[in-house]
Nanobody, 122 residues
Framework: QVQLVESGGGLVQAGGSLRLSCAAS????????MGWFRQAPGKEREFVAA????????YYADSVKGRFTISRDNAKNTVYLQMNSLKPEDTAVYYC???????????????WGQGTQVTVSS
């Protein structure tokens, strides 16, 4: 099992930026993909972004495309989510996840972090 720990959440004003980090420890695989999900109060958890092991392929939810950027540094076993032009609608608990699958859009996630709170004020 891979342990995932998110960090970097906090309170920002609308239009601001924030970078989330997810540190992974334990055993991983060359095909280990990573993703970010979020869950707002009273809402279902939703997919945000995903990245392949090599970082060559990324996939974003339409709601964040053009504003968020996912990246990873395998030497540090860390995945990042750079969030720009933040909106109040982005307020949620953000979760890091890892898994495997043949396509970036259909990853089966089986490792999850504890979540980090992101609050965007209007």
């Amino acid at each position: 099992q891979v342990q995932l720990v998110e960090s970097g959440g906090g309170l920002v004003q609308a239009g601001g930026s924030l970078r989330l980090s997810c540190a992974a420890s334990g055993r991983t695989f060359s095909s280990y993909a990573m993703g970010w999900f979020r869950q707002a109060p009273g809402k279902e958890r939703e997919f945000v972004a995903a990245i392949s092991w090599s970082g060559s392929r990324t996939y974003y939810a339409d709601s964040v495309k053009g504003r968020f950027t996912i990246s990873r540094d395998n030497a540090k076993n860390t995945v990042y989510l750079q969030m720009n032009s933040l909106k109040p609608e982005d307020t949620a608990v953000y979760y890091c996840a890892g898994g495997r699958g043949p396509f970036i859009a259909t990853i089966e996630y089986y490792d999850w972090g504890q979540g980090t709170q992101v609050t965007v004020s209007s």
